[in-house]
């Protein structure tokens, strides 16, 4: 069992590092007023030992497990209320779930409502995973004669069109140049 000291240290570590490659102990000593760089060696065979930090080729970090949103495994009815045990599962990230960390997903902010119907709202982070090509009924962003927009693609036999969800908005035949940027992998909404 690690002590509130050991705890306060840590999650200053984690809250001023985060997911990167922490820096050497005399940096760390340095930076939080250690005497000794022993003092953050110490520290740190205690955080191994407990799974709190990594060591990868002598470079550590804290473990990519401490990270993201805590997941419940009971579900919480959005019918009638009921009993919710409070059983955790496991530690979800988005950025596991989304692959954020990947060269090819990208992050875009949704701009209008043509595609409320969808659920997905002005304000709304739209997570995109890059890639020129898509199937009929996949949401995605593509550029369409001279702009880009997110869009359901649709194709049936040799024609090919972007879809609203909003009755109020219509279809978008492409004029010159259709261009799939990529397909639409989940949205992330703030209340």
Request: glycine residues 8%; proline residues 3%.
């Amino acid at each position: 069992m690690i002590t509130e000291k050991q705890k306060q240290f840590f999650e200053k570590l984690k809250s001023k590092y985060g997911k990167e490659v922490l820096p050497s102990f005399e940096a760390i000593a340095q930076e939080f007023g250690f005497k000794h760089k022993n003092s953050v060696w110490q520290y740190f065979n205690k955080f191994k030992d407990y799974g709190l930090i990594e060591e990868i080729n002598g470079r550590f970090s804290i473990s990519k497990a401490l990270f993201g949103a805590i997941e419940f495994s009971s579900s919480v009815k959005a019918g009638f209320a009921d009993v919710a045990e409070d059983a955790i599962e496991k530690r979800v990230s988005l950025d596991d779930a989304f692959e954020i960390d990947s060269p090819s997903t990208f992050i875009f902010t949704v701009s209008g409502d043509s595609m409320i119907d969808l659920g997905i709202f002005e304000g709304d982070k739209v997570v995109v995973k890059k890639c020129s090509e898509a199937k009929s009924g996949d949401v995605v962003i593509a550029y369409i004669d001279g702009g880009f927009t997110l869009k359901t693609y649709r194709k049936k036999e040799n024609k090919v069109w972007l879809e609203p969800a909003n009755k109020n908005y219509p279809n978008l035949y492409p004029k010159e140049k259709l261009a799939i940027f990529g397909i639409a992998q989940g949205i992330v909404r703030k209340l």
